[in-house]
Structure formats: structure tokens, C-alpha cells
């Protein structure tokens, strides 16, 4: 082969990779100053989702990011509905002022206490974990203490957001060991902690199928999931707006957090079982949670965040009500166990088996007679329009005896009477799916079943959360912990192995600057 030959040869070849890297970089967005750092991938990856943005060509991953960047990231992330009224002294009329109010209405970014939000200064890695903990519901370990070398420096309100996201390796602080938590977070770490936690993002709708182990997000309506297995949490994001989202025989072993969603969601359908709670946290509009036959939900929280109207149709297990608002139950559709904790009315001809009040929950409205109601002395219920009052043995009106005569209006199986079963004990049916940690790791009560057992012999299944257990230390490795599940005083255990984790690999995931020497 002659030398111009070859040289044309290597022209054509250099020319084809050349077109062939343009074609394969068209399609994501192709920065000057991310080809060797060492979060390219992610930039990459959550660039072409536009929730971070270049400029120029460049995305300058090293530069610090600002609090109201970070709110444009959330904002874009989350897709807010709602702006606060709040007036920020320091915030004025730019690019990030309808993030700033979106995430503030949502509880995400808080402001400094003197009225100013600080929308320019950079935000420390301890606030920026403090954010992430608030905008993805993420709960605080119970017991967790803080493993980088330099804990003593997290700030006393950031203690447990960073505790939490170094507990689930979210954010696992430097090479150094340490957190550094008041130092600012650069833009190239913010994406690595938004791909730490989001496993799966759902931004466009249509139907997926592809199982997830991690936390999935879904912040676009009209999205359908079906004959997958999410091993971690959903999170019905706010962008859902009033629209439709449907899990049709999807496996859920953590919690599904919604916050947003309309009166024709959520879908649950053809199998689909929830081992968590369904936890709506909605705020503004109507929601709608609705299963059909086959669908496997058995615990339902409405929480104190929650500001939606809520109806809820099919077959539900246990329902607990933390917030003022109003429930519909459609004909057809039941609650095995409501507990009220706040003031609610519940309308519509469905039916409530057991019914518990607290205190706070006296003066709740039911359309609807349940079969039996359990308050405590001088609690206030409403039942076909006529008030009644315990007086700790029954439910009397100026008519009659709840229960005990036709003169209330409210119809239903004539439930209200006393003396009240009382939970005699409790009992481990089903245990928990994870048995084992390694040290760090969170409580995960996923599967977890404990039934408990009345004074009139019947049984039901309690509410156990993470507040129900005592005992959980992962900080150290232990065989045999013992658990403590308590409810309503009765207890019960468990144990659990805590186990040192062993270095089964290690990777250069950063190259040194320098590569190439010269002898000597």
C-alpha cells in the first residue's frame, strides 16, 4: 500500500468516527468542560431530562450552585402547581422567583427567620441535603448517628437530613471521610445526589414496564406502569397535576407518596399490591385513590401535610386520617378500620366497618352510619345530621342511643355501642422481609405484619410504622438485636443481624491528572 493510500485511508476512517460521535451526541447535550470529570455520565444523563442546563457549551460542573438554582432544579424535578404569597425581602422579580415561591409553598426551601430567603448565596451541602430530605419525603432514621469524621460540625437543624441521606448512601460526604457540611455543593454534586436517590424518572407520558430498585418518580400525567416490581418507594410528584396515573399489577415494597394526582387517579389495578401505605400528602384539588378487585392496599395515611379533597373507591384496609379534609366514599366502596385523629367528614354510601375517633377528630361527619365507632368520653359525632356524644359507654343524642333505635337518620348497620373491644395483644403473622443490615443501613419494615388480638376474640391487622418499633442500632454490628414492636401498650420482638460490610471490589472511578511522565 502506497503512503497516499494509507493516508487517504486514515482521512476516510477519522472522518466516519467523526460523524459517527456528532450523530451519537446530537441526541444528548454535548458539554467542552464535562469529558473527563468524573460525573459526566450523570450531567449527561439528567442534562438531557433539562433539569440541569449549560450554557454556552459548557455546564461548569465545578462551580458552585446557588439557593435558587437549587430551586429551579426541584421545581423542574417535582413540577410545583402552587406558589407561596410569601414576600421575601431578597427576592425581587428573576429567573428563579417562581421556583423560589413554588418550593417554598411546598415546604422545600424555608427562609432565613429575618424574612429574607438568600436566593443568590450559594447553598452549603448541609442545606442542600436538608432540601432533597424535604422535597422526596425522605423520613429520618430513628437512632442513626452520624459516621463522617467531621459530624460534629453539621448543624443542629441539618442533623437529620444528613443523617438520612448518609444512612441510605445518598450522600456519602469526600474522599477525605468527611461531609464538609457548611462548604457550598458544586453543580457536579447536586446531579450526583439527584442520581443517587432517583432510580427511575417518569417526565413523559406513555406505559413502562422496566422493574426499579430504588425510588421511582413520576411527575408527568397519563404515565402507566404495569407488570413491574418497584423495590423502594413511588413518588407521585405534583407535576401529575389532575391527571391520570395507573399501576396495573405493579409490586410496590415501600410506600407510594402521593403528591399529585386528580379525581381520575390513582389507578390501582390487576394485582397491583402495595406492601407500604399509600401516603397522600396532595395539596390543593381533589385526589382520587381507586383499586379494583385483586389490587392489594392495605394501608392508606393521609397525612397533615395533605390540603385535597379525597375520594377513595374500591376496597381499602386500614385508613388514617392526620389532616382536616373530607372524604368521599362512593357506593360499593369500604374501610375496614378508620382512624381519626383530625376532624374529617366522610360522605357517600360506602361502608366503614370499625371507626376509632381521638379527641382531636371530635365533631367528624358521616354521611354514612358506621357499624361500630370506639372515642373516647365527650368526643362529638355527626351521622345523618344528628350529633351525638359519648359519654364513655355509648353514643347519645337527644333521640337516643346510637345504635339502639331508628330515630337517627343515618341509617348503616346500627353500630356506636359499647363497652368497646380492647386490644388484649399482638403478634408477628408475617415477618419482615429484611432480617439483616449492614451497618448504616435503615429500618425496613417492608412485609411486616402484626395482628392483633381483642377482648371480644377478633382480630385485625394493626398499622405498624416505623414509630411502632424501638430497639433498631445499626451503627455497630450485632447479632440477635432485638426489635420492640409496640401498640397501644401491648408488645412484641423480633431480632435482627447487623453486619459489618466487607470490600468484595474497588474501581479508579476518578483518574489522577497525571498519566504521563517523563523518565526520571
Known amino acids: 500500500m502506497t503512503m497516499k493510500k494509507a493516508l487517504a485511508m486514515i482521512l476516510t476512517l477519522a472522518l466516519l468516527v467523526s460523524v459517527s460521535m456528532t450523530s451519537a451526541a446530537a441526541a444528548e447535550p454535548a458539554y467542552s468542560d464535562t469529558g473527563n470529570h468524573w460525573a459526566a455520565s450523570v450531567i449527561t444523563k439528567w442534562s438531557a431530562y433539562g433539569i440541569l442546563k449549560g450554557n454556552d457549551g459548557r455546564f461548569k460542573p465545578d462551580d458552585y450552585l446557588t439557593r435558587g438554582d437549587m430551586a429551579i432544579i426541584l421545581d423542574r424535578l417535582m413540577g410545583y402547581q402552587i406558589k407561596s404569597t410569601t414576600e421575601f425581602s431578597d427576592l425581587g422579580s428573576s429567573y428563579y422567583t417562581d421556583a423560589v415561591l413554588k418550593a417554598n409553598a411546598a415546604g422545600v426551601i424555608l427562609g432565613s427567620g429575618d424574612g429574607k430567603v438568600m436566593p443568590t448565596s450559594n447553598i452549603t451541602r448541609q442545606d442542600a441535603a436538608a432540601m432533597i430530605v424535604r422535597a422526596f419525603k425522605i423520613q429520618p432514621v430513628s437512632g442513626y448517628v452520624l459516621k463522617a469524621a467531621d459530624a460534629d460540625s453539621v448543624s443542629d437543624y441539618a442533623i437529620s437530613s444528613v443523617g438520612a441521606l448518609e444512612a441510605n448512601r445518598i450522600m456519602t460526604g469526600k474522599a477525605d471521610g468527611k461531609m464538609h457540611p457548611k462548604d457550598p455543593i458544586t453543580r457536579a454534586e447536586i446531579v450526583q ?112 401535610d395533605c390540603e385535597s379533597d379525597i375520594i377513595l373507591e374500591g376496597i381499602f384496609g386500614d385508613v388514617t386520617v392526620n389532616a382536616n379534609v373530607s372524604i368521599l366514599l362512593p357506593a360499593g366502596s369500604s374501610i375496614s378500620n378508620l382512624i381519626l385523629n383530625k376532624e374529617t367528614e366522610i360522605t357517600g354510601a360506602g361502608t366503614i366497618q370499625n371507626v376509632s375517633l381521638a379527641a382531636g377528630a371530635s365533631g367528624s361527619k358521616f354521611e354514612t352510619e358506621p357499624t361500630t365507632i370506639m372515642a373516647p368520653r365527650d368526643t362529638e359525632v355527626i351521622i345523618g345530621g344528628v350529633k351525638y356524644v359519648s359519654d364513655g359507654t355509648s353514643f347519645v343524642s337527644e333521640t337516643g342511643v346510637l345504635g339502639e333505635s331508628d330515630t337517627n337518620t343515618g341509617g348503616g348497620g346500627g353500630g356506636g355501642s359499647f363497652p368497646v373491644p380492647t386490644l388484649d395483644s399482638i403478634a408477628i403473622t408475617t415477618p419482615a422481609a429484611k432480617l439483616s443490615y449492614f451497618v448504616g443501613e435503615s429500618l425496613d419494615i417492608t412485609r411486616l405484619v402484626v395482628t392483633g388480638t381483642y377482648s371480644d376474640t377478633t382480630t385485625k391487622i394493626e398499622v405498624i410504622t416505623a414509630v411502632n418499633i424501638t430497639g433498631f442500632d445499626s451503627s455497630a454490628a450485632v447479632t440477635g438485636q432485638v426489635l420492640t414492636v409496640t401498640v397501644s401498650g401491648k408488645t412484641t420482638t423480633y431480632t435482627v443481624d447487623i453486619i459489618e460490610p466487607s470490600l468484595t471490589s474497588i474501581a479508579i472511578t476518578t483518574p489522577p491528572t497525571k498519566t504521563s511522565y517523563i523518565e526520571g
Open 193 to 304: 445526589l439527584l442520581d443517587n436517590q432517583i432510580k427511575a424518572y417518569y417526565s413523559s407520558a406513555g406505559a413502562y414496564t422496566q422493574n426499579v430498585t430504588g425510588t421511582a418518580l413520576v411527575n408527568t400525567p397519563d404515565v402507566i406502569l404495569s407488570n413491574m416490581t418497584i423495590s423502594g418507594t413511588l413518588l407521585v410528584a405534583p407535576g401529575v397535576g389532575e391527571g391520570t396515573l395507573t399501576l396495573d399489577n405493579v409490586k410496590v415494597t415501600g410506600d407510594v407518596i402521593v403528591l399529585g394526582g386528580g379525581p381520575n387517579s390513582i389507578k390501582i389495578i390487576g394485582g397491583t399490591a402495595i406492601t407500604g401505605s399509600i401516603i397522600i400528602q396532595k395539596v390543593g384539588g381533589q385526589i382520587r385513590v381507586m383499586t379494583s378487585t385483586g389490587a392489594v392496599v392495605p394501608t392508606v395515611i393521609i397525612d397533615d
